[in-house]
Each structure stands twice: as structure tokens, then as C-alpha cells.
């Protein structure tokens, strides 16, 4: 609770009120002020319901406040020019009438100065009936104009179906680029269905890619978790001298969200302990959960942040209305001190609902904010939304 009770927070008269006043140490409520007010005097309502709310819901203080007394927080708003990219832009999707989704965004130029542009930006079909692919569209800005390049690359050697899900990093050991990506997989020498798992690809360039022979990369047995064995949706990104991704673990009815690590992007390790949908943290009373595979941390400020998804507890893309928060993050199980991020936009809106796939990228001063939604006709679009730095 130390998070909480070093906080102040403003009432609306526009006093201030330290928490550590109202907040014991085990999180109860005092009845009185100790060291704060006359003996016997009584915390006046207001401030007593704030330090309830303040035990769960750290996140919810929209008005601004003053600098230094809580965490100073990007404030992410939505690009007019939105979307930024949608299925109809990249042919080879609307000749296939494939869906799309999953942005993956990279500053190419930066890693590979012989790029074809300055930003590269991966998506995929969306739970194509084949093996869909990845494909990618390329600009000189986040905000684009972004031009697609067509398909890169499709598993066409394990499994049935769904070459998707692109998480691309550069990993500075192989000195490659790394794409992570989920496909339907078969174990017993290909005889036993364990639904989706994590696999790898490589390439020098961005552009040509190379499975990786050993793939998959991340999966479970039935004996580990239970259920279809999922592991795919990872989200990868580097924390110190760790590769760490969010993904599914276990599927079918018993959906779960797991981490896994590696040291070189290569081997993984499963934590044993799935992750849940941190319901203690957002209190909100409404059965929604942190959707753990589509969160990605940045930096703000020199502190450590988090992009998240919020979604009703219920499977499916389409019919879920789901928001973004951003929160303070430690590690994969240490995320708190939510805040605000964007909302769905309103109905008739190209991302009415279904906000998914954040990931935030760095530039010129600013934050950029992809996230992927069903866009006006269903089959998926990307936009992006901006936050200032200095």
C-alpha cells in the first residue's frame, strides 16, 4: 500500500489530503486523523471515500493535479488523421478477403540504415481459414504516409493454419531481426493437436525472412496447464539482460495469460505461475481484466510504463468493448498505479470497441501509440495516438 498512502490527492474545494493520514499500514481505513486533527475529530466524508477509492483505484485522478504530488503521466490523444493503415490499403489482403490486425512498429532505419524507409510496421490476417501471413507497409513518419510492400512472410511447414501475431524486435546478440509469430501446431509427429504456439523467424534485412528450424519456440504440454496448449499472441520486448514475452497459456475453456524468458530470443523458460487479469487492481466492478498479451511497456519521463488493454471477461474480438489504461510497471507481475489511457471511439467510428495490440514507439520528442481496432467495415485498420515529452 505504500504506493498509496505516499500520494496526495486533491479534494474538490481544492485542498490537498495525504493519504498516509487516512490509509493504515495494512491497507484498513482510519476512523479518525492520528497526528493530523484535533483529538476525536472525525475524517470529513470526502476524504474518507477518496482513500477508499485511492486503496483500488490509484488510476483515478483524470483532473490535472499538482506536479509532484502524483506521478506525472503521458496524456496519449487520438491522431485526427486516424486510421493510420487499414485492410483495404494492402491489396493482397482485400484480394484474399482476408481480415487484419496485430501492428508491430520498428524504426528501421535506425537498426538498418539501407531500410526502404524509416519505420517499418508488420500486421497480419486475422484468424485466416489458411495460413494467411504477415505482411508489411513501410513510411517515413509514424503518422505516415505509410505505402504497403505486400506480404513478407508465411510458415508454409508447420502446421495447418495462421502464420500471424508479429512481435519484431531486433536482437543485438544474433544481430538479426527476430519475428515472433503464432501458428497452429502438431506434436506427436504431427498427429496430436496442441492449438497455437509461439514460433521464430529471422532476417538480416527486415524484408527476407527465415524460419527458425527449431520452432516451435514457446509451448506447453497437457501434464504443464491445461486445456488446447495456446501459447501464441506473444508480445516480446527486451527488460535488462531478459527477453521477456506476454502470451496465452492454455486455451479452449481454460484460458490463461502467461510470461515467458529467455537470454538470447531463442530458448524460452515458461514461468510456472499463470498470470491473471490483475481484477485487484482495477476494482471497477464492471468483470473486466488486463489482457496481459496485449500490453507493451515504454518509458516516460525516465520511469518505467505500461500500455494495457482493458476487456470484459469474454473471448472474441468483435463484440468486447475494450479501452487502454497506462500504469506504472516494474516486471510482469508487478503493475500498478493505473491512469487513464484512450477509449473506444464513439459509435459509427472507425474504432468503436475493440481496441487491441498496443505498442509504443519513441520519436522526436514524442510517444506514438499503435493500436489496431475492427475499422469501418470489420476486417481491421491501425491508428495511432500521441503523447508529448517535453
Not at 289 to 317: D, L
Amino acid at each position: 500500500m505504500s504506493f498509496v498512502r505516499d500520494s496526495i490527492v486533491r479534494r474538490s474545494d481544492g485542498t490537498h489530503v495525504n493519504l498516509g493520514d487516512l490509509i493504515n499500514e495494512d491497507g484498513t481505513i482510519k476512523v479518525k486523523f492520528e497526528g493530523g486533527g484535533a483529538p476525536g475529530e472525525a475524517v470529513d466524508e470526502e476524504a474518507r471515500e477518496m482513500a477508499q477509492s485511492a486503496k483500488f483505484k490509484d488510476y483515478a485522478r483524470k483532473e490535472t493535479v499538482p506536479r509532484g504530488f502524483v506521478d506525472e503521466v503521458p496524456v496519449f490523444e487520438k491522431h485526427p488523421g486516424n486510421p493510420i493503415f487499414k485492410r483495404d490499403d494492402a491489396a493482397w489482403l482485400l484480394s484474399n478477403k482476408y481480415a487484419m490486425y496485430w501492428p508491430s512498429v520498428i524504426h528501421a532505419k535506425a537498426i538498418y540504415p539501407n531500410a526502404l524507409d524509416e519505420f517499418y510496421m508488420y500486421y497480419s490476417t486475422d484468424h485466416a481459414a489458411d495460413k494467411g501471413g504477415i505482411g508489411l507497409t513501410t513510411a517515413p513518419h509514424p503518422l505516415g504516409p505509410w505505402t504497403d510492400r505486400g506480404r513478407v512472410f508465411y510458415d508454409d511447414a508447420e502446421g495447418s493454419g495462421h502464420t500471424e501475431t508479429p512481435s519484431v524486435v531486433f536482437n543485438e546478440v544474433t544481430g538479426k531481426f527476430h519475428m515472433y509469430y503464432h501458428i497452429d501446431y502438431y506434436a506427436g509427429g504431427g498427429t496430436v493437436y496442441r492449438s497455437q504456439a509461439t514460433c521464430l523467424a529471422t532476417s538480416d534485412d527486415g524484408l527476407t525472412w527465415t524460419r527458425y528450424s527449431g520452432n516451435p519456440i514457446i509451448t506447453t504440454s497437457e501434464p504443464e496447464f491445461t486445456g488446447d496448449g495456446h501459447c501464441g499472441y506473444a508480445r516480446v520486448y527486451r527488460q535488462g539482460r531478459m527477453w521477456v514475452a506476454h502470451h496465452l497459456l492454455g486455451g479452449g475453456g481454460t484460458y490463461k495469460l502467461g510470461v515467458s524468458y529467455s537470454e538470447d530470443g531463442i530458448k524460452w523458460q515458461i514461468d510456472p505461475r499463470p498470470i491473471v487479469g490483475f481484477t485487484d487492481i482495477l476494482e471497477d466492478k464492471e468483470k473486466t481484466r488486463i489482457e496481459f498479451h496485449h500490453t507493451f511497456p515504454f518509458s516516460f519521463k525516465s520511469k518505467q510504463w505500461i500500455v494495457c488493454t482493458i476487456s470484459p471477461f469474454e473471448t472474441g474480438f468483435n463484440s468486447a468493448k475494450k479501452k487502454m489504461v497506462v500504469a506504472r510497471f516494474e516486471h510482469a507481475r508487478n503493475i500498478h498505479s493505473i491512469y487513464p489511457g484512450i477509449d473506444e471511439g464513439d459509435a459509427g467510428e472507425w474504432d468503436a470497441g475493440a481496441l487491441k495490440q498496443p505498442q509504443v514507439l519513441a520519436y522526436q520528442g514524442k510517444l506514438y501509440l499503435f493500436y489496431a481496432a475492427n475499422g469501418l467495415n470489420n476486417k481491421g485498420a491501425i491508428g495511432v495516438a500521441v503523447a508529448e515529452v517535453v
